[in-house]
């Protein structure tokens, strides 16, 4: 099971881009990275997930390098609305086990 | 709306009570799970069914007992809590029991035991 590093908090402010830097030095291969957004009081919400490279639908971009050893969780232009815990988990393709979360990164963004 | 549906949203309960937690999901998916995330604490995994089966147990107290009639209900019933047991209630489902295949949570249920 591959233990992910991320900051415990992060602030900005309202227009700006927020990367998230997720650690996971003992990713396998089978493994893929997957990022969760949490509202309080709420159930989390998938956000992206990818292998390698670099991901982008309509919320965020995801960036991993070739060593797959850390990613990026890329949020542009945020709002107030942003405000929330985002989660990264390294999760195995072949496996049947549920979803495991961290502490993840309280990000506040302040008007 | 996530397609996940659980109620009550808020219960407060005795500690010799009885109660129950419901989850509905409408999106045809086979797994179901229950998390609890206390106060300041991670999501918790407490119990996952695969197809109405019980493939999980993460070594949750007796007082909780999970109940899967059909792919698309999952119950928490709950008996002479503590007041430790005060947390937010999720259910989730997805298309598979594992991890990669993205899971919908519901909304939570605020548990409070006095």
């Known amino acids: 099971l591959a233990k992910t590093t991320q900051p415990i908090s992060m602030d900005s402010y309202e227009g700006q881009e927020v990367n998230i830097t997720c650690s996971h030095n003992?990713?396998?291969?089978?493994?893929?990275i997957t990022w969760y957004q949490q509202f309080p009081s709420q159930g989390p919400r998938f956000i992206i997930q990818g292998y390698k490279t670099k991901v982008t639908n309509e919320v965020a971009s995801l960036f991993i390098p070739a060593d797959r050893k850390s990613s990026t969780l890329s949020l542009p232009r945020v709002s107030l609305s942003d405000t929330a815990v985002y989660y990264c988990?390294?999760?195995?393709?072949?496996?049947?086990?549920?979803?495991?979360f961290g502490s993840g990164t309280r990000l506040q963004v302040q008007p | 709306e996530t397609g996940v549906t659980q109620t009550p949203r808020h219960l407060v309960m005795g500690m010799t009570n009885k109660k129950s937690l419901k989850c509905e999901q409408h999106?045809?998916?086979?797994?179901m799970y229950w998390y609890k995330q206390s106060a300041k604490k991670p999501l918790e995994l407490m119990f996952v069914?695969?197809?109405?089966?019980?493939?999980e147990n993460n070594s949750v107290p007796s007082r909780f007992s999970p109940e899967c009639p059909n792919s698309s209900h999952l119950f928490l019933h709950l008996h002479t809590l503590q007041p430790e047991d005060s947390a937010l209630y999720l259910c989730?489902?997805?298309?598979?029991?594992?991890?990669?295949?993205?899971?919908?949570f519901g909304q939570g249920t605020r548990l409070t035991v006095v």
């Open positions: 069914y695969s197809l109405e089966e019980r493939v």
């Open positions: 989730a489902s997805s298309q598979f029991p594992n991890e990669v295949t993205e899971a919908f």
């Open positions: 999106l045809g998916h086979n797994a």
């Open positions: 003992n990713i396998a291969t089978n493994d893929y």
């Open positions: 988990l390294v999760v195995e393709d072949t496996g049947r086990r549920a979803l495991t």
